[in-house]
């Protein structure tokens, strides 16, 4: 009984240590051939005709143990689109803190003789939300109706106001260097300043007719900015149906002044009411002229007085510690701010964070500050601070250039930090992925975050450079790659 015990023991022993081998053997298996898989579906991937002349990098790590699972290029600096956006959002919530608001302020100052109109002095902090539809806080209504009561409780004269901008804590250039001229029209290119209104983006209403080659009508422009509204060139015509929208907003053409703008493009014929949206250039006039508005709807005579972009010259004459406010406008937080900045891609956002960072360590907000400050962010945490050779804070400038590598790592780090979620839930899903996109000419690009059917985690980065070709059949291939992760 005891000899059959014994045997019986070591039958039990071979199990367990077979069973032990499998796992190791299992184990490496499997991390084999996922690493196999990429490297197979990889070479296939820059072997295809859409690849000829480019070039591709793809990293992907363990999320856990941040062992690398495959690497190719990741040392390559490569434009990498809208992905830089999760550069900016992860840099925003070390630097600024989740719960960070920026806060827009008025000030009046009555006039010392009893003709001139009330001044209303306003103090921006580079609120990219202000105005925006995206939230109720935010919405115009919300805040008209704010100011508005808030004005009428210090007991001042609505009906003539003499409005002025406290512009000078940011630089004047709104538009990032490197940024190029067919997309600084388009909502997508709309500037950050030291205030914005309704992302600095507008709605132009277009009437086609039913003939290809036909003159285009713009239907709402001049109402749009009032009296400072400038002589718009539009050489806009019909193409066939189905073409959908191909018009471009150029600001500054210059055909007859050099403040013209152009409209230029294709719209589908037969459209009545066909919309585009387009940056707005003066974001303060456009609020002047939206707040003006609201008060006439109320039956005031109001009168619109000047509004200058730059109070410094001013200071003397309003007296600067003679201001009182009037009423604060606070943003949203910024977990909010980064939920909608990645999963609509807004880049208007990612250029206000970028001066941000500026304004609040340097007391200047500017975009080139900014690069430096997330640089050298990273650069503490032990990144070589040359895989960032970023120029703006979306990504829409074509010269920057970022690794595979940092990317990864930068997804990494957030991965341990206690706002992580707040991201992670600010990512858009593509190919069942937790991922940001990107796209600009000839760039294709994702990263982010995938748990696999076996529960293993990754983080990976996929940028491809100077590909010919339809973006959709190259973003079908580059998902074929990334379903070796599922």
């Not at 037969?270 to 949206?277: D, H, P, T, V, Y």
């Amino acid at each position: 009984m005891a000899k059959f015990e014994e045997l019986n023991v070591q039958h039990s022993m071979k199990k367990i240590l077979i069973a032990f081998y499998f796992s190791l053997l299992t184990f490496d298996f499997f991390g084999q051939t996922v690493t196999q898989k990429l490297q197979k579906a990889f070479t296939a991937f820059e072997k295809d005709s859409q690849l000829k002349h480019a070039i591709s990098s793809l990293y992907v790590i363990d999320a856990n143990t941040g062992q690398v699972v495959f690497d190719k290029n990741s040392q390559i600096g490569l434009a990498p689109a809208s992905t830089q956006k999760i550069i900016t959002s992860v840099t925003a919530f070390e630097i600024l803190g989740k719960d960070y608001r920026y806060k827009t302020n008025f000030f009046y100052k009555k006039p010392a003789d009893k003709i001139s109109g009330d001044f209303l002095v306003i103090k921006g902090s580079g609120d990219p939300t202000f105005g925006s539809w995206r939230y109720v806080s935010t919405a115009p209504y919300f805040i008209y109706s704010n100011l508005d009561k808030n004005l009428l409780k210090e007991n001042l004269s609505v009906r003539k106001l003499i409005y002025f901008i406290i512009d000078s804590s940011f630089e004047k250039s709104v538009i990032p260097d490197g940024w190029i001229w067919q997309d600084i029209g388009n909502y997508y290119g709309a500037g950050a300043s030291a205030f914005n209104w309704k992302e600095n983006q507008v709605d132009i209403e277009l009437s086609s007719e039913n003939q290809v080659g036909s003159s285009v009508e713009v239907k709402n422009y001049n109402s749009l900015f009032g009296a400072r509204s400038y002589d718009l060139y539009n050489t806009l015509t019909a193409a066939a149906k189905g073409t959908g929208d191909n018009a471009y907003y150029y600001f500054g053409y210059g055909n007859k002044s050099q403040n013209q703008p152009l409209l230029k493009g294709t719209i589908p014929i037969n459209e009545k009411s066909f919309k585009i949206s387009i940056a707005v250039a003066d974001p303060i006039d456009f609020f002047i002229n939206d707040f003006s508005k609201f008060e006439r709807s109320k039956k005031e005579n109001l009168w619109l007085g000047d509004s200058v972009n730059d109070i410094r010259r001013w200071v003397d004459q309003l007296g600067s510690s003679t201001i009182n406010p009037v009423y604060t406008h606070y943003s949203p937080s910024l977990d909010s701010i980064i939920y909608w900045f990645n999963k609509k891609s807004i880049n208007l956002y990612g250029e206000a964070l970028i001066k941000t960072f500026a304004y609040e360590k340097n007391g200047f907000g500017s975009t080139d500050s900014g690069v430096v400050i997330v640089k050298n962010f990273w650069k503490e945490k032990g990144m070589d601070e040359d895989e960032l050779g970023i120029v703006d804070g979306s990504g829409l400038s074509p010269l920057n250039r970022v690794t595979t590598h940092a990317q990864a790592e930068i997804l990494k780090y957030a991965k341990t930090k206690d706002w992580f979620p707040y991201f992670f839930n600010s990512l858009p899903e593509f190919n069942g992925m937790k991922i940001k996109s990107g796209t600009i000419r000839g760039v294709k690009a994702f990263c982010g975050y995938h748990k696999a059917k076996n529960g293993k985690e990754y983080i990976f980065s996929f940028l491809v450079n100077n590909y010919n070709g339809s973006a959709s059949a190259l973003v079908n291939k580059m998902y074929k790659v990334l379903d070796i992760l599922k």
